[in-house]
Nanobody, 114 residues
Framework: QVQLVESGGGLVQPGGSLKLSCSAS????????MTWARQAPGKGLEWVTT???????LSADSAHGRFTISRDNAKNTIDLQMNSLQPEDTAVYYC????????WGQGTQVTVSS
């Protein structure tokens, strides 16, 4: 049974940092490129960043230079270190495969506000 569980969200002031984690199970994680995506209030799903099997990553312009994705294949987890957060980063953050074809987790809420 495929399961994705996101955690680490919260309320942070502008300029602050958060680290999100995603725990994955039920599929060949080590062979999967993994993605973080987010959905802001009233908006559609937005791709944030992807990490490939070899550890290389791609990021959206909005995340480039501020967000860092990493993976631990031994633990079947991916993390998202988010720095210099801004109000426009407020969203529910989800992890999934690069094709976004796995059952979605509940996501983790990130709120950036003073």
């Amino acid at each position: 049974q495929v399961q994705l569980v996101e955690s680490g969200g919260g309320l942070v002031q502008p300029g602050g940092s958060l680290k999100l984690s995603c725990s994955a199970s039920g599929f060949f994680f080590e062979q999967s490129a993994m993605t973080w995506a987010r959905q802001a209030p009233g908006k559609g799903l937005e791709w944030v960043t992807t990490i490939f099997r070899d550890g290389t990553a791609l990021s959206a312009d909005s995340a480039h230079g501020r967000f860092t994705i990493s993976r631990d294949n031994a633990k079947n987890t991916i993390d998202l270190q988010m720095n210099s957060l801004q109000p426009e980063d407020t969203a529910v953050y989800y992890c999934n495969s690069v094709l976004m074809d796995l059952p979605w987790g509940q996501g983790t809420q990130v709120t950036v506000s003073s």
